[in-house]
């Protein structure tokens, strides 16, 4: 069902040098496939993370956090699919702090120098001991190669419907550093600090003191501008880590351009990444593009846009490539209620609908019904009060996205 | 598809002296059924309403709004269906006064002492004229009787399958007051204010100044109280209507114990409305209380009781009885964000299913089936922070919810 997605090409991917992926099959469920991943990286490696702001924070989530605070060296990450270990207690804690110590032995390093996560079914208890199990075989894995990417991608699935991956490489002081991001994650999802789970691995030599900002900054830009279903997981994990091999002096403050030249590349994979969750959202048929401009700040146009695509209105009209213009008015009006809604323009791709708040005079049904009917929509809001703007994705609603939830058991 | 909901029963219901309803065919759309109903309103009637917070409140919510403001007698109400009068600029306010007018004209009153109201579909124009042809015929119509008001609340549907009428009755100082109501409103359903088109009709004797603050607070324990979708209407509208006719002394002050006496009589209609909303939700197979108790306040008590009915993961979870544990913490948690979640127990029924958050040591998955089997269901969160408690009313998602949205035009 996903949209204009195929899965990850291993020639279109790059190696990090200083980071290696190795997957392996635990069985967390009833499946044959790998998913379990182990993510090593070099010694001088450094990592940053943004996680979810659920109350019910899962218990990996609980302990990514305290060991990224504690600025530890990271060396190792553990991830696995098919439980989500959250809402699970001091037990769930254990299980989590138990894999870093299993990860540890076999990698050599310290239990805090190990990051867990996990994703799947709520309020069951991890099957840690299967994970601790399969760790060899993930070790014996390790590669940095293309392919290991691509496996590592198809790893941490648990509704995806197709692995998500992507590299890009940029050139620092003559010296080429490489990116290249994993994701995972079509339901329960809109991410309000990362997606379900994404990892950007880098080897461009950036202080450990800028990584918290930028992985922030990556994620306002990327995973924070995706949504599926409005529901914010309890596992929503984005983790930026750099091996910082890259043979460029250090990137140490923020105003230095080779920072914003690093950002624009890893927002390039991260926002590609956040694009393909939605392409692949639980049911999808259809990918919009919502752009929101003439906004008074940011956060209004932000609001105005989750408020469209998260509309379960909306998104069955979408499904039905219907052209339901009011439903989007309706839309943007609840989420801004100040709005002085005689300044507000909109267009379905290049078809101006809505002018000055009402229909527009130009617009025809047969208009209409031409730019929904791909599978690929854009929509344009201009709200006539500022100068600032956002872009938000997302996907349709559709009758296979009650079937799957109303099947699979999160 | 509502769940346990019968039409009205003229046999339940009762006159409200000084009101009379009658409902006409104006064919706005396809179809042959009534679809504009006029009120009338002794001579010394008093209203006050609410109304939607949606920038694109409609035209005749607009007029509303002046009409009510400007402290006029009001003498007639006038309905339509199949049209919602929004988005449609000058045009539409033009419209929506010249089916005051027209009213007006007919019942000898001023325009300004008419409120108008509309409920359908957005950004196309009112066919007005329609409405003016028809309302000689539902003038004639004008009655007091309980099948008039059957026929009235049939007359203001749009999706709804079944008509929402409900009556009461309670003694004031020795006298007979009645309280009669109507609602609709199936879809595009999360009141801010009120439900998309709710009157509530007695003859209680209270003072014209009490009246806006007992509608506002008869809507915050009734139509607020309810989701279908989570998205709010552009043309919610609750509006109160006495005729004053009762004899007993009249009501002047909030302090007074019959204006208590009086508010909870209106409130059990207005909430038992307001249920027979979600129970004919677009697509419902199953009707939901949601208890939040141990809040330290009422807002987020609130706040998570209406988090946990609108999304949609819990809905497509309902849809198949099952008794998916997590996505209700996820939904609390999202809403909530500085919950200490150990402190939260949760219910199904009469069940404990979470228990210092996480899974209750004597929950069984067989448990969770049974309670969740049949078509109306209850929980309840306990927050463990307060004292504070509210009830949340919604419906499942199911296919047909899809269905009905990806074709009808709202």
Redesign the interface.
Known sequence: MAVNLLPPNPAELVSVPGIKVGSAPAGIKKWTRDDVLLIELAPGSRAAGVFT?????AAPVQVCRQHLQAGNSIRALVVNAGN?N????AQ?LQAAQASCRAVAELMGCKAQEVLPFSTG????HLPVEKIVAALPVAQANLSDTPQAWANAAAAIMTTDTIAKARSTQLVVDGVTVSVTGIAKGV??LEP?MATMLAYLATDANISAALLPQLVKEVADASFNRVTV??????NDSFVLITSAQAAHPEINVTTDPRYAALKAALTDVAADLAQRIARDGEGATKFLTIQVTGAASVEEAHQVGKGIA????VK??L??S?P????V??????A???????KTNVWFGDVLV?E????AASYTEADGQRVLAPAEISMRVDLGRGTEHTTVWTCD???D???I???Y??
């Open positions: 702001q659920n109350a019910f924070a989500a959250c809402g699970t207690g769930g079914v709520i309020l069951e339901g329960m309000n279903d409005g529901d914010t997981s309890t998260n509309s379960p209105l069955t009209a499904f039905a219907d339901n213009l009011g439903r008015l309706m839309a943007v009006g609840n801004l209620p100040s709005l002085d809604t005689q809505v000055n708040g009402g229909r609603f559709s009758y996205y009650v079937k939830n109303a099947e058991r999160t």
